[in-house]
Nanobody, 122 residues
Framework: QVQLVESGGGLVQAGGSLRLSCAAS??????YAWFRQAPGKEREFVAR????????RYADSVKGRFTISRDNIKNTVYLQMNSLKPEDTAVYYC?????????????????WGQGTQVTVSS
């Protein structure tokens, strides 16, 4: 069974950086994405990346601060988060699709990780 395992979350001060990783156990997916969910809020799209890594999309709220990348040899996707703000505090989820998708809708992704907590203090 395919598993996505996230790591790299933690507590950081505002203005700091974190790098999240998500390793897939069994295969290379066409599309990876990161979503996040804050307490009491719906899960929201953060970023997505194509198979080659040449096509990326970001939520407006993170554009210019976050960078998504992938290593297909390691079956791993990353999210580099810089200039973190308290409003970035959430559980961050890695998601994967076997299809090419530009979707920002959680339901369009086939596999999910367990989530990793990111807390940004002010």
């Amino acid at each position: 069974q395919v598993q996505l395992v996230e790591s790299g979350g933690g507590l950081v001060q505002a203005g700091g950086s974190l790098r999240l990783s998500c390793a897939a156990s069994a295969r290379t997916f066409n599309t990876y994405a990161w979503f996040r969910q804050a307490p009491g809020k719906e899960r929201e799209f953060v970023a997505r990346i194509s198979l080659s890594g040449g096509s990326t999309r970001y939520a407006d709220s993170v554009k210019g601060r976050f960078t998504i990348s992938r290593d297909n040899i390691k079956n791993t996707v990353y999210l580099q988060m810089n200039s973190l703000k308290p409003e970035d505090t959430a559980v961050y989820y890695c998601a994967a699709s076997q299809s090419v998708t530009y979707s920002r809708t959680p339901g369009e992704y086939d596999y999910w990780g367990q989530g990793t907590q990111v807390t940004v203090s002010s």
